[in-house]
């Protein structure tokens, strides 16, 4: 099922032309629109450059995936190794589909990691993203970099939605222990001061188990792809967390209004067209995460 979905939303990302929205459609003030990986149909994926290109337009929220190196530094990547689809060794040669999950990060120190470039590639499935060199950064260098741009440019600080990416085959293999992991991040949430701006999602329900029991103040993000249905998920949870994050194609009348009767709030990933966008909007969303904020102003007009 996981496949059948991943194969739906490439198709899906593919497509980088906006659409024409009604203009019928009211936005709430507070609509969180989140920045997919920054602005990963414009910039390289989960990268500094990315994340300020996010900042230029309507964004609330910068949404990005974490994982852990060798030396316990909290590195901004989609996957726990370096991804044949966009990097390049020191020596400038691809990562081969064959070499990558050798590539651990988990077992690279964060200086190993550096010498990668993950952008001068471009990426196949959205032609709109301008190619640059680039690496990997450290969570607390990202953060600083988007709290000083916001402050140069009198614009208002953004949130912070950063993805656990985890599972069980994973342990000790391409991540740390789940607590550990949680404990990592949220020590490093706590030190950079962005506790009260940060929301911790996972499609792992392990992390966010362990994210309540680290601090149950941390606001959290059930990230969903199957079709068990809301209570299945939430019982498999265990707690209710502030915020119910289903694929954009799951998402329903009925399901918005559960999701308002168990007081949490519903954003739904990935969106990447403006008809899309405002059915959604219209259904009664809180947030929808995109690749594309540049589509944002086309709905907001």
């Not at 149909?41 to 500094?48: D, R, S, Y």
């Not at 990060?105 to 471009?122: N, P």
């Not at 499935?125 to 140069?152: G, H, W």
């Not at 985890?166 to 404990?183: G, H, K, L, R, Y």
Request: hydrophobic share 40%; glycine share 4%; aromatic share 8%.
């Amino acid at each position: 099922m996981r496949l059948i979905f991943i194969l739906i939303m490439t198709i899906s990302l593919c497509n980088c032309q906006p659409k024409k929205p009604d203009l019928a459609v009211i936005i709430p003030e507070n609509f969180d629109w989140q920045g997919h990986r920054g602005a990963r149909g414009l910039l390289p994926e989960n990268t500094i450059p990315a994340f300020l290109k996010a900042l230029e337009f309507p964004i609330r929220t910068l949404e990005l995936d974490v994982v852990i190196s060798k030396d316990s530094q909290v590195v901004i990547s989609h996957e726990p190794w370096l991804s044949h689809t966009i990097c390049s060794k020191p020596d400038s040669t691809p990562v081969t589909e064959k070499e990558e999950q050798s590539l651990k990060i988990f077992q690279l120190t964060y200086a190993e990691i550096k010498k990668y470039d993950c952008g001068s590639r471009g990426n196949v499935r959205f032609p709109s993203q301008q190619p640059m060199q680039v690496y990997k950064p450290l969570l607390k260098d990202m953060i600083t970099a988007v709290e000083n741009y916001c402050k140069e440019k009198n614009r208002t600080l953004p949130f912070y939605n950063i993805e656990i990416k985890s599972m069980p085959e994973w342990d000790s293999v391409f991540t740390p222990a789940i607590n550990v992991f949680a404990q990592l991040l949220i020590d490093q949430i706590k030190s950079l001061n962005i506790q009260q701006r940060t929301c911790i999602q996972s499609f792992d329900v392990r992390a966010l188990q362990a994210v309540r029991q680290i601090d149950s103040t941390i606001v959290t993000a059930l990230l969903v792809e199957n079709t068990d249905g809301l209570e299945t998920n939430l019982e498999k949870l265990g707690f209710i967390p502030n915020i119910y994050s289903p694929y954009y194609q799951l998402v329903s009348a009925n399901m918005v209004k559960m999701t308002r009767e168990r007081g949490m709030r519903i954003i739904p990933w990935t969106v990447n067209d403006t008809i899309t966008m405002q059915g959604l909007i219209k259904l009664g969303v809180d947030g929808i995460i995109t690749d594309y904020p540049n589509y944002i102003e086309s709905i907001n007009k």
